[in-house]
T-cell receptor, first 118, second 115 residues
């Protein structure tokens, strides 16, 4: 079963508008971390934002914020004031068992392709 | 500026060739990873290493091997390249996870075509 689900294969947004990219996850661990990455057409994966399961406040990094709803197991990425350079693939990822030792692997969603229209 | 560097951006190899993909990181990270990325399949973990000379299989290790002789370098080896190994290969590294944010840093990717 998919542990990370990104239900939107593709999204369009108008420049300067906000957009929400969905991510739901499945874990029985109490301690876990959630990550969002951006992959432009050049191919490099760029880390955007992190949310720990025990963090009480939603993470924010500039125009990026993470809408973390623990009970619903969702960690949606919100991009405010979209720019043309935001056009890319966006991946949600999870690391389980943060306090269980050197848990090394990230579990990845399949990604959402975002296109920002001028 | 932290860096993960992959030896090639684009590579074309013939079926049956032995192929080496090199990855070097300058962050003194313990953990290094090799992923394969194909359209619609996301990132799939091939192998990872949490220490020098240590390696563990990921989700799709068949047809691949790895080598980590030095902490900063993690090599992916295609023993006998096949056309179904045509893909984008991504190397990543992270520091030791101790219950805190340890994001993965990625190289620029290698687009391998096997003909």
């Amino acid at each position: 079963a998919q542990k990370i689900t990104q239900t939107q294969p593709g999204m369009f947004v108008q420049e300067k508008e906000a957009v929400t990219l969905d991510c739901t996850y499945d874990t029985s661990d109490q301690s876990y971390g959630l990550f969002w990455y951006k992959q432009p057409s050049s191919g490099e994966m760029i880390f955007l934002i992190y949310q720990g399961s025990y963090d009480e406040q939603n993470a924010t990094e500039g125009r990026y914020s993470l809408n973390f709803q623990k009970a619903r197991k969702s960690a949606n990425l919100v991009i405010s004031a979209s720019q043309l350079g935001d056009s890319a693939m966006y991946f949600c990822a999870m690391r389980e068992g943060l306090h269980a030792g050197n848990n090394r692997k990230l579990i990845w969603g399949l990604g959402t392709s975002l296109a920002v229209n001028p | 500026d932290v860096k993960v560097t992959q030896s090639s951006r684009y590579l074309v190899k013939r079926t049956g060739e032995k192929v080496f993909l090199e990855c070097v990181q300058d962050m003194d990270h313990e953990n290094m990873f090799w992923y394969r990325q194909d359209p619609g399949l996301g990132l799939r973990l091939i192998y990872f290493s949490y220490d020098v000379k240590m390696k563990e299989k990921g989700d799709i290790p068949e047809g691949y091997s790895v080598s980590r002789e030095k902490k900063e370098r993690f090599s992916l080896i295609l023993e006998s390249a096949s056309t179904n190994q045509t893909s984008m290969y991504l190397c990543a590294s992270t520091s030791v996870f101790l219950g805190q944010n340890t994001e993965a840093f990625f190289g620029q990717g290698t687009r391998l075509t096997v003909v």
